[in-house]
């Protein structure tokens, strides 16, 4: 069988992508948008390895030629494909759950403890080698014990993260579209309204997919809700937050921190955060870890596998 796999990936992956297939395989750069189209054209490859910078969108879609019967996305999150063009064409489209879900929910937490302690601070204030003499009352975080975090959006990585959080002896409560069985809440409490979610959130994780329910569910009126000096964090996806709004309630304080993995039209991001001392910032690293990426790929070829070896895919986005 033929694939071509546009993204970069780990050295595994590749190495079992070349194993398996004919093809073209992204190694020293990435493949464009059209390129990967005379790519799969030129080696008439029944499957597509992708991941979530790459647009899989209806023009996309369109223009596929018809012996592509996979494509495979490196992501959990989908906000990049066009489900109903994919499903009007036949194409099988598969993520990767399960897999990312610890480190995700790792590096949301990282960011929580960062923004909370105030360690992008403390981090340049030691590369600039500008420490001096202590006072008592220099860089102030706040704890996160006894305080409660909000977690909007109980999928996997929301669970993984209540669990990290009752381990640090956080009250976590939850809201998602209806609560779940009481086996699976991880030790939080649902919440019915996401507005009494944000009123009693002095922390907020954000682990919703992207839809255009949940676009900018995080605006100037919402965040406005959480306690004064609430701290937010999302390593789910930019759009979720009205970045606007973030950043005035951020200079004004109403927002003491925030922990930031993900933002809209990224890699591109709000040089105005860079501003802002009180903010962690990360490149949309959750799943960046060696075992989770390799996971990851390896799934996606299992899918591509599946697929082509007439099985039913392991993980297709729609069933
Ligand atoms: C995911 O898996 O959805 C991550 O955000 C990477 O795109």
């Known amino acids: 069988h033929r694939l071509v796999s546009v993204r970069r990936m780990p050295p595994a992956i590749t190495a079992r992508a070349a194993a398996e297939y004919d093809g073209a395989i992204a190694v020293e750069r990435d493949f464009g948008r059209e390129e990967s189209l005379d790519l799969l054209r030129g080696h008439a490859a029944e499957a597509l390895l992708f991941s979530s910078g790459f647009r899989l969108d209806a023009e996309y879609i369109a223009a596929l030629p018809p012996q592509v019967k996979?494509?495979?996305?490196?992501?959990?999150?989908?906000?990049?494909?066009?489900?109903?063009?994919?499903?009007?064409?036949?194409?099988?489209?598969?993520?990767?759950?399960?897999v990312l879900t610890g480190c995700t929910a790792d590096l949301a937490f990282s960011l929580l403890?960062?923004?909370?302690?105030?360690?992008p601070e403390a981090d340049a204030l030691m590369r600039r080698d500008a420490w001096g003499p202590r006072s008592m009352g220099d860089f102030l975080g706040v704890r996160v014990w006894d305080k409660t975090l909000g977690i909007l959006g109980m999928g996997r990585i929301g669970?993984?993260?209540?669990?990290?959080?009752?381990?640090?002896?956080?009250?976590?409560?939850?809201?998602?579209?209806?609560p779940l069985?009481?086996?699976?809440?991880?030790?939080?409490?649902?919440?019915?309204?996401?507005?009494?979610?944000?009123?009693?959130?002095?922390?907020l994780?954000?682990?919703?997919?992207?839809?255009?329910?949940?676009r900018h569910v995080l605006n100037g009126e919402t965040l406005r809700l959480l306690p004064r000096g609430a701290v937010v964090v999302n390593a789910?996806?930019?759009?979720?937050?009205?970045?606007?709004?973030?950043?005035?309630?951020?200079?004004?304080?109403?927002?003491?921190?925030?922990?930031?993995?993900?933002?809209?039209?990224?890699p591109r991001f709000d040089r105005r955060f860079i501003e802002l001392p009180n903010v962690a910032l990360s490149?949309?690293?959750?799943?960046?870890?060696?075992?989770?990426?390799?996971?990851?790929?390896?799934?996606?070829?299992?899918?591509?596998?599946?697929?082509?070896?007439?099985?039913?895919?392991?993980?297709?986005?729609?069933?």
């Open 181 to 203: 069985p009481p086996a699976m809440e991880e030790g939080a409490h649902y919440v019915a309204s996401l507005h009494d979610l944000l009123r009693q959130s002095q922390f």
């Open 236 to 266: 789910a996806r930019g759009g979720l937050i009205d970045e606007e709004a973030l950043i005035a309630l951020l200079r004004d304080g109403h927002i003491a921190a925030a922990g930031l993995d993900v933002f809209e039209g990224e």
């Open 70 to 98: 996979v494509a495979a996305t490196c992501s959990v999150g989908f906000d990049h494909v066009d489900v109903a063009a994919a499903k009007a064409r036949g194409l099988i489209v598969t993520n990767t759950p399960d």
């Open 283 to 319: 490149p949309h690293v959750g799943s960046g870890t060696v075992e989770t990426r390799d996971a990851m790929g390896h799934r996606c070829l299992d899918n591509i596998a599946a697929v082509l070896g007439g099985r039913p895919p392991i993980d297709p986005i729609w069933s």
């Open 159 to 178: 669970r993984a993260v209540a669990r990290r959080a009752r381990g640090f002896d956080m009250r976590v409560l939850y809201h998602d579209v209806a």
């Open 113 to 119: 403890l960062s923004a909370a302690r105030r360690l």
């Open 205 to 214: 994780s954000l682990h919703s997919p992207l839809t255009p329910a949940t």
